[in-house]
């Protein structure tokens, strides 16, 4: 038996153009009183990640009633990062960090932008291994990466 899932929104500032969106959806278990668990990462929020439990509200204008996340209320201890490519990436760049990103348990997921995906890594994952990774493409300008929502976990700088 499949779990309902459900979709959150999350409001975004856009500052000269980026991004792109003023929101975006997010698939999410409802778990009721009004929290949700997060079960796809954030093409461009901060500060969240699969499995964060969040706090909503409700909003009936427009029409349907739309979910808006308020705040994290229970952090799973995954991160979240994105990776904008650029076109010297070229497509073998790309499906090599795919491999080398979910060889280190990473799981990559598709934004529905072109160019751009999100990362989810979760608590297990040996974060240094990630960035390392990250960084070898990014120091040969084939990419950029932004870390959304660091866990305590993988805060390297503690």
Known sequence: MEEATSKVHVRLAVEDGWPPVAFEELEAKPLGDHRYRLLSPPAFAEQLAI???????HQESPEPEQVWVDSVIEPSGHSTVRVV??????????????????????????????????????????????????????????????????????????
């Open 51 to 57: 499995g964060d439990v969040v706090s909503v509200e």
């Open 85 to 158: 490519f650029f076109q010297a990436a070229g497509q073998e760049s790309q499906s090599g960090l795919r491999r080398d990103l979910e060889g280190l348990g990473a799981q990559v997921h598709d934004t529905g932008f072109q160019g751009l995906i999100a990362v989810d890594i979760p608590g297990e994952v040996d974060y240094r291994a990630v960035r390392e990774v990250l960084g070898k493409g990014e120091s040969q300008e084939l990419w950029d990466f932004d870390e959304g929502a660091i866990s305590h976990l993988h805060d390297y700088e503690s």
